[in-house]
DNA sequence: GAGCACTGC
């Protein structure tokens, strides 16, 4: 018997084996008798990789395909890749994945795994998911946004009791997964479905409290030295086995790592990673901005007689699972964005984690044996800081994108619709105000025709507002790669070294000087250009301290949306727009367009004042090419904002007010009041005529009246500006066409 | 004169 082949009949045997396999009759029946489905099981009952199977066996991809989201890209590449080779298959034929730029699929396919967001944008493009028989959402538990708005479509759309399956030739099913939590919730939010649940195959573990941290702690005081303490002592004192830390970012675990060294040092024998014959404790730090090539060293089983310790901060709870961990020690804290409506702004904190995400934490110990969880946190803490479930994504993060998007699938009332948890009315108003703020959707909450091209794009609505900007004046070479640029991670390298990181900020202080100075966006335009035009990029990063990585992916970004920007292009209505003037106005005029937001004017010495109503005062930031040129500046506007111990702004362009002067007005005009009856308006057409004579009712009278005047006339300019752009382009094809 | 958790299209 062939290696291989052995390995797969092991597959199958394990296959055979798992807890699920028992219930197979019963959950395909489970799967055809109902709409919806809630199926329930921990992590090792198979139901990822066995129920699709199950399903394809019985042959119900013939009525369509089979669709699996996971909110991971590598979870739906590994998990594809397991069930083709389970199943026999070669991987992308009836097996495939799907991820953004990993296109792993055929005609052949009719099971298909993808991330959440994936199958969203297959929404926009099939509103019907004509193509499928059975769609399931993976890791529901988990919660994050594009799944919350995967259900809500699901719920309401697709087969919701008002609409039904319309349009469809044969009825859509859909499956929830989700680890056992919150089934009821589930079922109860899907008309009252049945749960079915599969026993998992995890390990105990047990878990202790502590006495250091107590609810006093709570803004999170230094848990360093506790969690370096209880470590020694599992390593001290407990059984052969890895140890798993949770922490909540790099410094933290640098520092932890360092003590953890010189104490282990103390109460151990010598350590040596490279001599394999002395006992010890081997400490390795994980965190995600940290170079993939360290990052695999840590899946590697340790040396005889060594115990590992891994450091790490929540990449470790879902994204990567690391073999051999049977001791857990949780600090309990968490670094999450939150937006904070209060001061607009999304803000970076360290906050409890919830009981569910503790439990989760202590999970990581039972997978491959027995396992033991030790919270630095007392029992109090637990009992008064912490959540039972996390806050779901959708509830603490801007839903500008979110909402264009259930715009665009014509969702008008999105405050009506059906959330699992409904995000604060706030948030949904702000939403709503951006998005006409950047001519995404009219005075009546309707998406305009801009609105219809931004929602292609996979960028923030300013961003992508900017970018159309620039193509209606032909020059989106300014603005494509700049887009990239600003949706990958910092591109800048800043190493810890003293020495180095004066070499490193010499080379980026060059870098922005050569592209002009004073514009960190013209400075990001220019690395990505020289980058792409050296001979070797990968060298040009290396010598200039730029991230190689962020980089590459910014050039495939930059492709991607090049190719969007084609294909609508091409459409008839693509606005055209004529500008006189130089290049770097030009430029710094369309970021104008999708950055009014985001101004700021300075008032007394290196302060500025944001423009956005909040008024906040806010500081250049040291890494930026304008920081110490403060005084020659006026009026500027900034990618984004960072609390640290002042509020900074980071990516900071120079403009004229002239430039902001007409957009500005914008800011405060909008009434959020007027928005919200809008936003929970049917798109009954007896109902946009009422609430039409309402609102111009509304807008005549009272103190309204000179906002309202002001409102007319800017929507009058707007759609003389479309005439006239729909005029140009036609004209330019009739030239084309007489060529 | 500074310090970014994790995802995803």
């Known amino acids: 018997m062939s290696k291989s082949s052995k390995c797969e009949s092991q597959r199958c045997d394990e296959a055979k084996s798992l807890p699920i396999s028992r219930h197979r009759d019963a959950l395909v029946r489970a799967v055809e008798d109902h709409v919806f489905l809630v199926v329930t099981g921990e992590t090792g009952s198979g139901k990822t990789t066995q ?34 080779h389970e199943m026999r298959f070669t991987l992308g034929k009836e097996v495939g994945y799907q991820v953004r730029f990993d296109d792993c699929t055929s005609e052949a396919t009719v099971v298909k795994y993808m991330t959440d967001g994936c199958l969203l944008r297959e929404i926009l493009a099939d509103p019907l998911l004509s193509k499928y028989s059975i769609v399931i959402l993976d890791e529901a538990h988990e919660r994050s946004l ?13 087969c919701g009791v008002d609409k039904g399956s319309e349009g469809r030739s044969v009825p859509l099913h859909v499956v929830v997964m989700s680890a056992t939590l919150e089934t009821d919730k589930l079922s109860t939010f899907l008309g009252g479905c049945p749960v079915f649940t599969i026993p998992g195959r995890t390990f105990p573990v047990t878990s202790s409290f502590g006495s250091a941290i107590g609810p006093k702690d709570v803004n999170g005081s230094s848990y360093v030295n506790e969690v370096v303490r209880v470590a020694l002592n599992v390593h001290s004192g407990e059984l052969a086995g890895d140890i798993l830390v949770f922490l909540t970012g790099q410094s933290e675990i640098e520092k932890a790592c360092d003590l953890l060294y010189e104490k282990a040092e103390r109460i151990d024998y010598r350590y040596d990673v490279q001599d394999q014959t002395v006992e010890g404790l081997l400490i390795l730090p994980l965190y995600g901005s940290m170079p993939t090539d360290q990052q695999r060293q840590i899946f590697l089983a340790p040396p005889t007689g060594i115990r590992k310790c891994v450091v790490a901060t ?18 309990g804290f968490v670094k999450q964005l939150n937006h904070n409506s209060r001061v607009g702004m999304d803000i970076l904190e360290v906050v409890p984690i919830s009981k569910s995400e503790a439990q989760q934490r202590a999970g990581r110990a039972g997978r491959t044996s027995a396992g033991k969880c030790f919270r630095i946190y007392s029992n109090e803490f637990w009992e008064k800081c912490m959540l039972e479930y996390t806050v779901p994504e959708i509830q603490r993060t801007s839903l500008t994108a979110v909402v264009l998007t259930l715009k665009c699938l014509g969702v008008h009332d999105v405050i009506g619709f ?4 409904r995000p604060e ?62 949706s990958v991670e910092n591109i800048f390298i800043r190493p810890g070294h003293p020495e180095k990181q004066k070499e490193a900020d010499k080379k980026h202080r060059r870098l922005a000087a050569k592209a002009g100075g004073m514009n960190d966006f013209a400075t990001l335009l220019s690395v990505f250009q020289w980058c792409k035009d050296s001979d070797s990029p990968s060298a040009w990063c290396k010598e200039n301290w730029v991230h190689w990585r962020a980089l590459k992916s910014a050039f495939s970004i ?63 930031h040291p890494s930026s090419s304008l920081f110490e040129h403060e005084a020659e500046l006026d009026w500027l506007i900034f990618h984004d904002m960072m609390v640290t111990s002042r509020v900074y702004l980071r990516t900071v ?54 906002v309202a005047s002001k409102l007319e006339k800017r929507n009058d300019e707007a759609s003389v500006c479309d005439a006239r752009a729909r005029y140009l382009q036609r004209k330019l094809e009739r030239q084309h066409k007489a060529l």
């Open 314 to 331: 929540n990449i470790a709870a879902t994204s990567l699972t690391i073999d051999g961990i049977k001791y857990i020690v949780d600090s």
């Open 418 to 421: 059906p959330y699992l948890d």
């Open 425 to 486: 009315e706030r948030l949904i108003l702000e939403a709503l105000k951006q998005l006409y703020q950047f001519d995404a959707i009219d005075r009546r909450g309707r998406v305009t025709r801009l609105g219809e091209l931004m929602v292609e794009f996979p960028l923030h609505p300013g961003l992508t507002r900017a970018l159309l900007k620039a193509a209606s004046f032909g020059c989106e070479d300014l603005l494509l790669p700049l887009a990239a640029m600003l």
């Open 558 to 620: 930059e492709t991607q949306l090049c190719e969007i920007l084609l294909r609508l292009k091409q459409k008839r209505d693509f606005p055209v727009e004529v500008f006189t003037g130089n290049k770097s106005e030009l430029f710094r005029r369309c970021l104008c367009t999708g950055y009014f937001t985001n101004v700021a004017r300075r008032s007394v010495g290196k302060t500025f004042s944001t423009m956005d109503g909040h008024g906040t005062a806010v500081h250049v």
């Open 51 to 84: 129920l699709p199977q199950y399903l394809y066996r019985a042959g119900l991809w013939k009525a369509g395909n089979i669709g699996i989201t996971q909110p991971r890209r590598v979870a739906a590449i590994t998990v594809a890749q397991r069930v083709s």
């Open 653 to 706: 362009c120079p403009i004229r007010y002239e430039w902001v002067k007409e957009l500005l007005p914008k800011l405060h005009q909008v009434d959020v009041y007027e928005l919200s009856n809008i936003a929970r308006e049917e798109v009954d057409e007896e109902e946009v005529a009422k609430s039409e004579s309402k609102e111009a009712k509304r807008l005549t009278e009272g103190s309204d009246k000179d």
């Open 146 to 158: 594009n799944t919350d708005i995967l259900l809500g479509l699901l719920k309401k759309t697709l």
